[in-house]
């Protein structure tokens, strides 16, 4: 099957920023900007997230939203501070394909239900923050600060049975670290998962692209490293192709 490259955008107002483990967030520049790089590289899609809408309890991600989606014509994931229907509905006719939800859904499991039952399971992104414990991996909320005491691998099934088509699971301790893919993470949800499985956090060369797809993952998100230039998005084209992973054809050179 063929994998997918996901350029991951953390944004608060309008401006990309980036941390390690979520803290310590840099302002980076222009959202906006960094995604048109990145489809004029040849991006597979692109995720935004509102890094601040769980502390604000809104999202504010409208207004990048209605100036990219004229500009940037992959598919579009957006999310943070969704809690509602309502809110995923402004999102996605604002420009976003895909709605990711996190710390509402776990407070409240049927807004998944809500989402996919109006808008169809394609557009529901089940989003984890995953730390490592004594048993597993349990789930975190508000950028990887607050316990759930929540079984990663088990609410992401339970997510799937609600009705979420995809599923994002970011390792926190790896996030922004350039460390690779915590690879025994995907092991462990990769099994529960019978939809498409995005993995995120620690990517810092091709090879840790690599390592997630023949780890179990269906799709890479990567951000610091794109956002500081140590990785390209042709770099990791040409990395999975000479290990035989198939990413989606593009007709311009990389």
């Given at each position: 099957m063929t994998k997918r490259l996901i350029a991951r955008l953390d944004v608060k107002g309008s401006r990309l920023i980036k941390g390690v483990s979520f803290e310590g967030l840099r302002v980076l520049g222009s959202a906006q900007d960094f995604a048109a790089r990145y489809y004029e590289q040849n991006i597979d899609e692109i995720f935004f997230v509102d890094a601040v809408a769980s502390l604000y309890g809104?999202?504010?991600?409208?207004?990048?939203?209605s100036q990219v989606a004229g500009k940037v014509f992959v598919p579009i994931v957006a999310g943070g501070g969704i809690r509602t229907v309502e809110d995923a509905r402004r999102l996605l006719e604002s420009g976003a394909d895909k709605v990711a939800v996190n710390t509402a859904a776990i407070e409240r499991p049927r807004l998944i239900s809500e989402i996919a039952g109006r808008f169809g399971s394609q557009c529901v992104v089940l989003s984890v923050q995953a730390k490592r414990v004594s048993i597993g991996w349990e789930c975190y909320t508000e950028g990887g600060r607050e316990h759930t005491g929540v079984d990663a691998a088990s609410w992401i099934k339970r997510g799937v049975?609600?009705?979420a088509g995809e599923s994002?699971?970011?390792?926190?301790y790896r996030d922004g670290t350039h460390r690779g893919?915590?690879?025994e993470l995907i092991g462990a949800v990769a099994a529960a998962v019978p939809v498409p499985l995005i993995v995120g956090g620690?990517?810092?060369t091709g090879e840790d692209v690599v390592n997630g797809y023949e780890s179990?993952?269906?799709a890479v998100a990567v951000g610091s490293a794109f956002h500081y230039r140590r990785l390209s998005i042709g770099e990791v084209r040409r990395t999975c192709r000479s290990r035989g992973i198939s990413l989606r054809e593009i007709t311009?050179?990389?």
């Open positions: 809104r999202n504010s991600l409208v207004e990048i939203l049975e609600l009705g994002l699971v970011t390792s926190v893919l915590d690879t620690g990517v810092g179990g993952t269906d311009e050179p990389d």
